[in-house]
């Protein structure tokens, strides 16, 4: 259900001409497995400790199954997390450089307009009987005004830490406010770090491995 769901996503977030809605839709779906991969962390987590305690036997459940519970939705927490990230970081970066006011090499094809959100294209403020509706905006240190929501999704869940428009560096302690938020964004760098520990995990390997037989460890 999931894969199929993301597939769909991925779909809406690489057409084109991009729809105005795509980008609050690809941010609502990632936040979601984002929100969901953290719960079943936290779950396998304490799972773990419940075991190492010995609080099964209080509920007369078996070690081994009370363990094997904990690892394996630790795990599937933490996979899904790193997998939903990246994705959404791959869809942050295609719907932006698809409308244009953000480019990950060069200069934006587009010139910004105040009125004019750099995340989904759409105006900022619209007037009642306009299209779309009145709804919070978040400004950042370099002037930029955006809708909220998306310049959260863009930082927090796209893990851009960057302008969309003039790549100026984001404060993230200022836009996340609510002590709550603050564990969910620690849970994010947690994930970019085992993102970055699996994918250099062979290099290590092989720098031990080369040091051990130089010195004749083997």
Not at 1 to 16: E, G, N, Q
Not at 63 to 83: H, K, N, P, Q, T
Not at 153 to 174: A, N
Not at 194 to 207: E, F, K, S, T
Request: hydrophobic share 45%; proline share 3%; with cysteine.
């Amino acid at each position: 259900m999931f894969s199929v769901i993301t597939s769909y996503i991925l779909f809406r977030a690489t057409r084109k001409p991009l729809s105005g809605r795509t980008p609050r839709l690809v941010y609502k779906w990632f936040l979601l497995i984002y929100k969901l991969s953290y719960a079943l962390g936290v779950v396998g987590y304490l799972a773990i400790v419940f075991t190492m305690c010995g609080f099964h036997v209080f509920f007369k459940i078996k070690a081994r199954a009370s363990m094997d519970f904990g690892l394996v939705s630790l795990f599937y927490g933490l996979y899904y997390g790193v997998m939903g990230r990246d994705f959404a970081e791959i869809c942050s970066d295609y719907m932006a450089s698809t409308i244009g006011f953000y480019s990950v090499g060069g200069m934006p094809t587009r010139s910004l307009s105040q009125d004019v959100c750099a995340v989904c294209g759409q105006r900022i403020i619209v007037a009642p009987g306009g299209e779309g509706l009145i709804e919070d905006t978040y400004q950042l240190s370099c002037r930029h005004v955006f809708h909220e929501f998306c310049i959260r999704g863009w930082c927090i869940v796209g893990k851009k830490q960057t302008c969309p428009y003039c790549k100026e560096k984001v404060d993230l302690k200022r836009m996340i406010s609510n002590p709550w938020e603050r564990t969910h964004f620690l849970y994010g760098q947690i994930l970019d770090w085992l993102r970055y520990l699996v994918a250099w995990q062979p290099v290590v390997i092989g720098l031990v491995q080369g040091i051990n037989y130089s010195l004749g460890l083997e």
